[in-house]
């Protein structure tokens, strides 16, 4: 019985496994499938991104 429903287990964990990885690190919104953040003003842009001049915005590595 644990073999028969094992596969429906590791079906469910992927598809969480999925999920959770798509979402974008803290301060970072989803943006036409990138994390993107406001440049500042006055200063550079959070470790891990890079300012991308044709959107005006860091996005993330």
């Known amino acids: ?3 028969k429903c ?3 287990l590791v ?3 992927s598809l969480l496994a999925g999920a959770f990885a798509s979402s974008c690190p803290s301060g970072f919104n989803p943006e036409n ?3 993107v953040q ?3 003003i006055h200063g550079t842009c959070p ?4 300012y991308a001049l044709s959107i005006n915005k860091c996005v993330h590595s």
Do not use: D, F, H, T
């Not at 470790?47 to 890079?50: A, N, R």
């Open 38 to 40: 406001e440049r500042p």
């Open 47 to 50: 470790p891990g991104s890079s």
């Open 11 to 13: 079906l469910i964990l």
């Open 33 to 35: 499938n990138r994390c």
């Open 6 to 8: 094992s596969w429906l």
């Open 1 to 3: 019985m644990l073999v």
